[in-house]
T-cell receptor, first 115, second 107 residues
């Protein structure tokens, strides 16, 4: 089966610019996650969707980050305006269910550099 | 928080040796997962162990779980250079990762 797709793979922007990332989960996976991974750290959950509803966005900096999953399939994550500290890899993952027994499948990530 | 904290932070071994890394977590979990992340690549799921299991095997991987101590261990036997990666643990209800164990396997 096809894995989680993300685009772009790399993005370089200047601070205060905006950027958007796209994710297409594995077909049939109801749950979609966005993580931020800063160099040398583990991934940090930004937002979790169940179908097209938000389950958890407690760590999403809502003043500048937004995410949507309108049709319950693919999703976009936006940063506006970007700050230097947003430089990181943004990982998308999906799972069949939010139930704890299901593993998450991760995409290759988008590496964002903010200059 | 179900955040996992991996120990040691870094581990260097020779090919053929065994590698053991540990994970401690703070709150009760239903299940625990281990992931691997190679340099420049995404996270790959390795193994899931349920809270009612004490030990689980998958190929060269052996995972233990001690819910009373809120800890887990991952053993990689007969390591290979391709095992060089960072290893993370996380509770499955809400994946909150620690900083990982960076494993370096020398040929």
């Amino acid at each position: 089966e096809a894995g989680v797709a993300q685009s772009p793979r790399y993005k370089i922007i200047e601070k205060r610019q905006s950027v958007a990332f796209w994710c297409n989960p594995i077909s049939g996976h109801a749950t979609l996650y966005w993580y931020q991974q800063i160099l040398g750290q583990g991934p940090k959950l930004l937002i979790q969707f169940q179908n097209n509803g938000v389950v958890d966005d407690s760590q999403l900096p809502k003043d500048r980050f937004s995410a949507e999953r309108l049709k319950g399939v693919d999703s976009t994550l936006k940063i506006q305006p970007a700050k230097l500290e947003d430089s990181a890899v943004y990982l998308c993952a999906s799972s069949f269910s939010t139930a704890g027994s299901y593993e998450q499948y991760f995409g290759p990530g988008t590496r964002l550099t903010v200059t | 928080s179900q955040q996992g904290e991996e120990d040691p932070q870094a581990l260097s071994i020779q090919e053929g040796e065994n590698a053991t890394m540990n994970c401690s977590y703070k709150t009760s979990i239903n299940n625990l997962q281990w992931y691997r992340q190679n340099s420049g690549r995404g996270l790959v799921h390795l193994i899931l162990i349920r809270s009612n299991e004490r030990e689980k095997h998958s190929g060269r991987l052996r995972v233990t779980l001690d819910t009373s101590k809120k800890s887990s261990s991952l053993l990689i036997t007969a390591s290979r250079a391709a095992d060089t990666a960072s290893y993370f643990c996380a509770g499955t209800d809400k994946l909150i990762f620690g900083t990982g164990t960076r494993l370096q396997v020398f040929p």
